[in-house]
């Protein structure tokens, strides 16, 4: 059973950079044909997708956010990181990681709260 944990600080200042870490058990990142992504929900709207890795390594974003985003990884600890810079309070959400397996997003963390506010 795969597992995905994120962590991070749950409150960011505006203009600042918001920094996630989504810690993999159960399973490997560089697993092939695996991607690992992040995805967000703003209070009161849908799911955005922000981006992904694969297992190469390689990083994909949504083009409304790649700007602003990015997706990194450490293999030696099996986790993958999400950076947003300049957030504002837009940008407050419920973040998710989560795998993607055949197109489909088949295990999520959680999810973590992130407020951005002064």
């Known amino acids: 059973q795969v597992q995905l944990q994120e962590s991070g600080p749950g409150l960011v200042k505006p203009s600042q950079t918001l920094s996630l870490t989504c810690t993999v058990s159960?399973?490997?990142?560089?697993?092939?044909?695996?991607?690992w992504t992040w995805i967000r929900q703003p209070p009161g709207k849908g799911m955005e997708w922000m981006g992904l890795i694969d297992y190469d390594g390689v990083p994909d974003y949504s083009p409304s956010l790649k700007s602003r985003t990015s997706i990194f990884r450490d293999t030696s600890k099996n986790q993958f990181s999400l950076q947003l810079t300049s957030v504002t309070p837009e940008d407050t959400a419920v973040y998710y990681c989560a795998r993607v397996w055949d197109a489909c997003w088949d295990y999520w963390g959680q999810g973590t709260q992130v407020t951005v506010s002064s």
């Open positions: 159960g399973g490997s990142i560089v697993t092939t044909r695996s991607a």
